[in-house]
């Protein structure tokens, strides 16, 4: 549906260069990124509101790179909504349709279907300036959608509610893209949000697409020590290749007195980082053994409450780096625990593991001798 | 406290020096003359001359300066910021400056003939209303600038997104949005070209019942030592500044609590 080749624009003295990804129809893409990072100017190159410096965008097979925003057919809705606050619900509603001199009959069985399944019927005479933040979003979606768009496009309409709304609006946005088979583009730096809206991500940082692909691919699989900081992973381990060959690497981290093989290609002597996500790394003690594969050390472990879940930051009795892992609070007291300070054994499952390039590791301040770590199963 | 009763104070004297200015008008006010005065034909000849070039000016200064002020608060261009600081010239350069580079300007051959195949602005009319025009459109961009600023871009990407062409969207919604600031900034437009004196006495002169605006009636009545007579002229002018500036005020604050 949405093809955006090599795309590059500039707003101000920020460049955005070289962005390439595809939405397939019925599909929501979403564009995540720290602050700064390029998404409002890809979503205004989209839109048409920035012009593109290279590159094209096509939609439904139409080169649109120097459309007028008009011809365009897409849906909008900003971050602040963009509603307009001297029209009643009713007129922004119908805004589209006398803009684009559609005849009544035409537009309003879709414009009654979406204010059914939304639930703003009973708005429709109230002023904007009357309504609360969720009916806000409602109307902003709805009269995205009654304009029968070839595609949506939403810059963080979620960001300004409180997180039970923004569940409800996630859900109905779900069904409105089922039932509508709507294709959906999504800038946002909420990585909740993207997960549970998106089937594909596009990561952008500093102007760069670093990262575009399957949510679990990018979730799971960062491709960049900036995907995965941006992503908040904290076990980042600075490793160096020592082996190479098969689709295979063998890299020796240093952190977790370790040798480790990953899938992957990089010449011998790259250095990288080895990562884990925390909800990866497991839990061990003699009920539970460690498994063939895994990693493992004992430590002591400090006690995070995240409410449902657990952090458990793991000082390794061996030496070596922090390491952080997620829990539920059943399976903390499976393990017997539940104090702030205790000691545990962990492994990490090496078929979890990724790899990531980056600098060169540097020596630690005070970071003595690290024992290696014991590997499952030997 | 002290500090509140202070600027209080303040308010307060800045309120006593207009309004006993205008309060000692009133030691040589008398009710014959003034009704004589305020119905003469020379009187009336000036209050219309008046309205009539300050609403001229003022209408033909809004519609340069309504698409200018729209460029200026929405678009970068090549000169934008000198067009910007051009548009302080009118308050940094004296009305009476202003009104000399525009009789200077009609005497140099691209002047010449605009005075002879287009209209005749020196001593005339058209004179008045441009020295009125120049010295006000200034304001008039400014005033217009702050009102579309009010009305945030993102309205008209979503009008434009919804179907609308960029002029469906300034007359659906920029305009709709920023009606108030743009009949405060008419008022307050038509109320400087009423005003304006040094600029229309330089391109119009000051001929009787022929270019005699009401400041150049109250210049001309003074200089014939008409005390009486002057203060009438100068209580019209008064009025009339004064309504316009309530008016003003009055759809500002709405404005302001819309």
């Known amino acids: 549906m949405l093809e955006i080749e090599a795309l590059g624009a500039r707003a101000g003295g920020f460049r955005l260069a070289g962005v390439s990804l595809t939405v397939e129809p019925g599909e929501c893409h979403a564009v995540l990124g720290p602050s700064g990072s390029g998404k409002s100017t890809l979503l205004a190159a989209v839109l048409g509101t920035l012009p593109v410096v290279e590159g094209r965008v096509r939609l439904a097979g139409q080169d649109i790179t120097r459309l007028p925003v008009e011809r365009r057919h897409l849906g909008y809705v900003p971050q602040h909504l963009g509603l307009f606050p001297h029209l009643s619900v009713a007129d922004n509603l119908s805004y589209s349709a006398r803009a684009r001199r559609i005849a009544e009959t035409e537009y309003r069985p879709l414009l009654d279907r979406l204010t059914e399944i939304t639930g703003i019927g009973a708005l429709l005479h109230r002023r904007i300036g009357t309504l609360s933040g969720g009916e806000r979003q409602r109307v902003a979606l709805v009269r995205a959608l009654a304009a029968n768009p070839r595609l949506v496009l939403l810059d963080e309409p979620f960001t300004a509610l409180n997180a039970s709304l923004r569940r409800e609006l996630w859900a109905l946005l779900k069904d409105l893209q089922r ?15 993207a997960y549970v809206l998106a089937d594909h991500i596009t990561v952008l940082i500093d102007g760069r697409q670093e990262q575009s692909g ?10 960049s020590l900036a995907v995965a900081h941006f992503l908040g992973l904290k076990n980042l381990f600075p490793a160096t290749v020592t082996a190479t060959g098969e689709g295979q690497i063998e890299a020796d981290v240093p952190g977790l007195g370790a040798r480790v093989r990953l899938p992957g290609e990089a010449p011998v002597g790259m250095a990288i980082h080895v990562g884990i996500r925390p909800e990866d790394v497991a839990l061990r003690d003699d009920a539970h053994p460690p498994r063939p594969g895994e990693w493992v050390v004992r430590g002591r472990a400090r006690l995070i409450d995240l409410g449902a879940d657990a952090l458990l930051q793991v000082e390794p009795c061996t030496g070596g780096p922090r390491v952080e892992l997620t829990a539920s609070w059943r399976t903390l007291h499976r393990f017997g625990l539940g104090q702030e300070r205790t000691e545990v054994t962990i492994a990490l499952p090496e078929a979890e593991m990724f790899w990531v390039g980056g600098p060169a590791p540097a020596a630690e301040p005070g970071q003595g001798p690290i024992a290696p770590w014991t590997r499952g199963g030997e | 406290m002290r500090g509140m009763r202070a600027s209080i104070g303040a308010a307060l004297a800045v309120l006593a020096l207009y ?3 205008i309060a000692s008008l009133f ?3 008398d009710g014959g003359v003034f009704l004589g005065t305020l119905f003469s034909e020379r009187t009336l000849f000036s209050v219309r001359l008046s309205l009539l070039a300050a609403t001229a000016a003022t209408v033909a200064a809004l519609l340069l300066a309504i698409p200018a002020a729209y460029a200026l608060s929405r678009h970068r261009f090549p000169g934008r910021e000198a067009a910007e600081t051009v ?6 350069v004296s009305p009476a400056a202003l009104g000399a580079i525009i009789l200077i300007f009609f005497n140099n051959p691209v002047g010449e003939w605009i005075q002879e195949n ?4 020196v001593f005339g009319f058209a004179g008045i209303v441009l020295a009125q025009f120049v010295t006000v459109l200034g304001v008039a961009v400014r005033m217009l600038e702050a009102a579309f600023d009010q009305v945030p871009v993102e309205l008209e990407t979503v009008a434009r997104t919804l179907g609308a062409s960029p002029r469906h969207a300034f007359f659906t919604i920029t305009l709709p949005l920023a009606w108030r600031g743009l009949v405060a900034a008419f008022i307050l437009t038509w109320a400087k070209a009423l005003g304006e004196f040094g600029a229309t006495l330089m391109v119009a002169g000051s001929m009787a019942m022929r270019t005699e605006t009401l400041p150049i009636a109250i210049f001309m009545r003074l200089s014939s030592a008409d005390i009486k007579g002057t203060v009438v002229l100068i209580l019209i002018l008064v009025a009339i ?3 316009a500036l309530f008016a003003a005020r009055r759809i500002l604050g709405r404005a302001a609590h819309a």
């Open chain 1, 214 to 223: 399957d949510k679990r691919t990018v979730f799971r699989r960062p491709a």
């Open chain 1, 179 to 193: 039932e509508r088979g709507l294709t959906v583009m999504i800038v946002t730096h909420d990585l909740t949000e």
């Open chain 2, 19 to 21: 309004g006993g200015l």
């Open chain 2, 87 to 92: 548009l302080e010239l009118p308050l940094i």
């Open chain 2, 241 to 243: 500044g004064l309504a």
């Open chain 2, 27 to 29: 030691w040589f006010f």
């Open chain 2, 118 to 121: 287009v209209t005749y602005f």
